[in-house]
């Protein structure tokens, strides 16, 4: 099958590019590269480094003319949402726009979007989350990302276009990158592996539902193969809080520093955990890592790259 990966040379885009190579599929990346990195591509893989937004797409999409398209490419820095809105929306929902038109133009059947179960929620009383819950983005991120979902009920409607948004929660694993706004295991690890201490923001109770990336790509693999549209939540169901996580990060670790402990986030959600019966009894999907294993492939990794625990 001809398949397309925007964000393909990012952290879950090339693994999901990896998985479909490895199933045997014909697969090109769409990448502007500006929080990708070429050595996650696969040689088997072509690359076209070009804007989503941009109208080169078009010739890409000529060239390339994928039946699916897996869209993972994404302004995904939800402070910068913040501090300018209109070019999250310029990157996230026009980009995600002329994706649609040209699949629709060269007959593209169906697309598989990353969207994020944490930023469409927002803060809410009763968990793990469902998708029946109603939408409470408090971030222009989220609202984009919610957004792009309605986009896709419209293309759908309108056009015929299938699609599964999967509504991540918290992923982490090998290649994330620990730089601006990355994951938080990301980000203890490689301070813990450059000999720093990493300060934990407000009491540390806020909790978040942690998916292991391989967990991801095979949620992806499974709405590939499904006949189903909708949204499906993508997680655990199981709530760790930053200090459960500190801890989990240094056993991985084989080390032991006391936590610091710095000001709480303004505006930083408390709690979060996704429901993922739906995605368990429709895409036939189940994660098979705890975080435990998912920590300990994930340390080796980054021992790879930033160097051995001094």
């Known amino acids: 099958m001809r398949i397309l ?125 469902s998708e029946n819950t109603i939408a409470n983005p408090e971030s222009p991120y989220g609202i984009t990302k919610y957004t792009t979902e309605l986009y896709l009920h419209y293309y759908y409607n309108v056009h015929n276009l299938e699609f599964v948004s999967l509504r991540y929660a918290n992923v982490y694993g090998p290649r994330q990158n620990p730089l601006g706004e990355a994951g938080v295991i990301a980000i203890f690890m490689s301070q813990f592996l450059r000999g720093e201490i990493p300060t934990i923001n407000g009491s540390g109770r806020q909790t978040r539902d942690y998916v292991y990336v391989k967990d991801v790509v095979a949620a992806n693999m499974a709405a590939l193969k499904t006949n189903v549209s909708g949204a499906y939540n993508v997680g655990t169901s199981v709530e760790t809080n930053v200090n459960e996580l500190y801890n989990a990060v240094q056993k991985s670790l084989n080390t032991s520093i006391e936590a610091v402990y710095g000001p709480a986030k303004p505006g930083e959600q408390m709690r979060s955990a996704l429901n993922i019966d739906k995605a368990k009894r429709e895409l036939g999907w189940t994660p098979q890592y705890t975080l435990e294993e998912g920590l300990r492939e994930s340390a080796a990794w980054f021992r790879s790259e930033y160097g051995r625990q001094r």
Do not use: W
Not at 30 to 42: A, I, P, W, Y
């Open 5 to 129: 990966v925007t964000g393909g040379a990012g952290f879950i885009g090339s693994h999901i590019v990896d998985s479909l190579i490895e199933k045997g599929h014909d697969v090109s990346i769409v990448d502007d590269l500006s929080t990708g990195n070429r050595k996650n591509v696969s040689r088997d893989a072509r690359l076209h480094v070009i804007d989503l937004s941009s109208s080169s797409l078009a010739r890409v999409m000529d060239q390339e003319r994928p039946e699916v398209v897996f869209h993972e490419a994404a302004q995904m820095n939800v402070r910068r949402s913040v501090a300018d809105p209109e070019f999250d929306a310029r990157v996230n929902v026009l980009g995600a726009i002329n994706l649609f038109e040209n699949c629709v133009r060269v007959g593209t059947k169906k697309v598989v979007f990353a969207s994020s179960g944490g930023c469409v929620y927002g803060e809410q009383e009763a968990l793990p989350t």
